[in-house]
C-alpha cells in the first residue's frame, strides 16, 4: 500500500525556523520526484518545491526561494523541507506529493494538478 506521511510542523513565530519530513512507503523514492506542497485557508493548493529523482533539479516558488531547501534521503525513503525565516503567510497545510510515473515534475514543473499520492497534510502555523 502507497503512504506518504508527513512530519514535523507546528506552530513558530514569524523568523523561526521548521523541518519537515515525509516518509514513504510501498514504494521507493528512487527514481521518483518528489514535491511538497500547501494549502492556507481560502487559498487553492500550490507547489512549493519540488526535487528531481537524481537530485540534480529543485524548484522553488517564487515566495520561498531562499528560505526553504528540499532535500532527499533514499536510504531512509524520505524527503525533507527545511523552513527558515518563516513568515505568516506562510502558515498552511503541507502535504507531500508524487505521481505514479514518478516523472510528471520533468515534463510538468511543480505542478499539484498531475500528483497522485498525498500525504494527510501538516499543519504549520507562524503566529506571534
Known amino acids: 500500500q502507497v503512504q506518504l506521511v508527513e512530519s514535523g510542523g507546528g506552530l513558530v513565530q514569524p523568523g523561526g525556523s521548521l523541518r519537515l519530513s515525509c516518509a514513504a512507503s510501498g514504494f521507493t523514492l528512487d527514481y521518483r520526484a518528489i514535491g511538497w506542497f500547501r494549502q492556507a485557508p481560502g487559498k487553492e493548493r500550490e507547489g512549493v518545491s519540488c526535487?528531481?529523482?537524481?537530485?540534480?533539479?529543485?524548484y522553488y516558488a517564487d515566495s520561498v526561494k531562499g528560505r526553504f531547501t528540499i532535500s532527499r534521503d533514499n536510504a531512509k525513503n524520505t524527503v525533507y523541507l527545511q523552513m527558515n525565516s518563516l513568515k505568516p503567510e506562510d502558515t498552511a497545510v503541507y502535504y507531500c506529493a508524487t505521481d505514479r510515473s514518478g516523472s510528471y515534475y520533468y515534463t510538468h514543473g511543480c505542478d499539484y494538478y498531475g500528483m497522485d499520492y498525498w500525504g494527510k497534510g501538516t499543519l504549520v502555523t507562524v503566529s506571534s
Open positions: 526535487i528531481s529523482s537524481s537530485v540534480g533539479s529543485t
